[in-house]
């Protein structure tokens, strides 16, 4: 027969002594004739001994260090693909700035050289003839207005022996009767090296690179 007397509920706040003075001494008197009931009463007891005896399982130490190894590892990844992601940015950015300087100084040099031809032509209109050297065409220039005009648009500059000066403080290289233009004269400046590079790698010319 079902006996309803006792709730697990019931039992389980017995088994706590949980329950008013009262309710406990019914539930003892009940348990003493009731088989049913003390059987459910052992198997809560046996369920409660089983969740006593279970704990949390302490992870062996050699985990925690690995675990701990393994974030410190990743964090120091983390961080330097960071940096490098910073560095690679600034390395490309300066990178640019350096190519837009380089191109705008060779514009302007390029101007230059392009201002002190015009003169140089312009004051052989004047004198009837190419100066023989560098010096000579600084003279030239001098002595004609309209061919100053450009050296003074380009604010040339001479050094002690009256040569005209690149853009880099260096003289113009100036050959009369040119080799590359024939009839006329070639003109350059040996770049930013300052070298004499006959008219390759960096110099800027007065007639079209090969
Ligand atoms: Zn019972």
Not at 103 to 122: E, H, S
Request: overall charge neutral; hydrophobic content about 40%; some cysteine.
């Amino acid at each position: 027969m079902e006996c309803t007397t006792s709730t697990d509920d019931k039992l389980c706040a017995y088994l706590f002594e949980s329950l008013e003075n009262g309710e406990m001494a019914a539930i003892r008197k009940h348990l003493a004739e009731c088989d049913r009931c003390r059987k459910r009463l052992d198997a809560i007891r046996k369920r409660m001994s089983f969740l006593d005896a279970w704990r949390a399982i302490e992870p062996p130490e050699e985990f925690s260090a690995k675990v701990f190894e393994r974030v410190k590892r990743q964090r120091r990844t983390a961080r330097a693909l960071f940096f490098a992601a910073g560095a690679l940015f600034l390395f490309f950015s300066g990178f640019l700035i350096f190519l837009a300087h380089n191109m705008a100084i060779d514009r302007l040099a390029k101007r230059r050289l392009v201002l002190l031809d015009k003169a140089i032509q312009c004051s052989r209109n004047e004198h009837g003839t190419y100066p023989a050297s560098l010096d000579e065409a600084w003279r030239f220039i001098l002595a004609c207005p309209a061919a100053k005009h450009y050296l003074d648009l380009g604010k040339f500059e001479v050094d002690a022996s009256e040569r005209i000066l690149d853009f880099w403080g260096n003289p113009y290289v100036y050959v009369c009767p040119g080799v590359h233009n024939r009839g006329l004269f070639d003109l350059y400046s040996t770049g930013s090296n300052g070298r004499n590079d006959k008219g390759q790698q960096d110099d800027i010319l007065n007639w079209e690179r090969d």
